[in-house]
């Protein structure tokens, strides 16, 4: 089953402007990580942000945590056409375990 | 290339058949992760091993389904008697364990089809 969902599921573009996308998740972590997939490929790892933080770059990559709401933000400034993939978050819990959770994705189509 | 591999990266099956997938993780990664991937879904999560040692199963793994890391290298994941609702890709990942959680490096995956 899925820990959360991300939002919007689908989001299309302009090259250059920023994609910023949502994800809420349900029970406690440890720490959420975004990935990245191209179409009918492996996952990616972008970024790890850990709970006792709140923000986080990378690059062109920015991630929120806000473990209050349990949710998080993926924001990508400047977008470029080879940003065009599905986003998840995942998520790792505080229960003892090291299994990842992860979100329903979403589909950024950046169009050139 | 030293990443995460999987073989095979296609097969196709008909319905009641056995097939077996194989992952070799990145080789000093003890953590190995086999997930399920849906079309337009994101991955579920099917087990994990640290190790050889198989630490968690999720409830989607239902007993046709058995994964294997016998010597806490390479894993395989075999699905008896196959049915169409199998069909989708099988993703594993491998990761660096440690005091804290660390990311994951993804294969390519496995697509099954069952006809």
């Known amino acids: 089953s899925q820990q959360g969902e991300e939002d919007p599921q689908a989001l299309s573009i302009q090259e250059g402007e920023n994609a910023t996308m949502n994800c809420s998740y349900k029970t406690s972590i440890n720490n959420l990580q975004w990935y990245r997939q191209n179409s009918g490929r492996g996952l990616v790892h972008l970024i790890l942000?850990?709970?006792?933080?709140r923000e986080k770059h990378s690059g062109r990559l920015r991630v929120t945590l806000d473990t209050s709401k349990k949710s998080s933000s993926l924001l990508i400034t400047a977008s470029r056409a080879a940003d065009t993939a599905s986003y998840f978050c995942a998520t790792g819990s505080t229960s003892g375990t090291y299994k990842y959770i992860f979100g329903t994705g979403t589909r950024l189509k950046v169009l050139a | 290339d030293t990443g995460v591999s999987q073989d095979p990266r296609h097969k196709i099956t008909k319905r009641g058949q056995n097939v077996t997938f194989r992952c070799d993780p990145i080789s000093e990664h003890n953590r190995l992760y086999w997930y399920r991937q849906t079309l337009g879904q994101g991955p579920e999560f099917l087990t994990y091993?640290?190790?050889?040692?198989?630490?968690?199963k999720s409830r989607l793994l239902s007993d046709r389904f058995s994964a294997e890391r016998p010597k806490g290298s390479f894993s395989t994941l075999e699905i008896q008697r196959t049915e169409q609702g199998d069909s989708a890709m099988y993703l594993c990942a491998s990761s660096l364990s440690g005091r804290a959680w660390n990311e994951q490096f993804f294969g390519p995956g496995t697509r099954l089809t069952v006809l």
């Open positions: 091993f640290q190790n050889e040692a198989q630490l968690e």
């Open positions: 942000i850990r709970s006792n933080e």
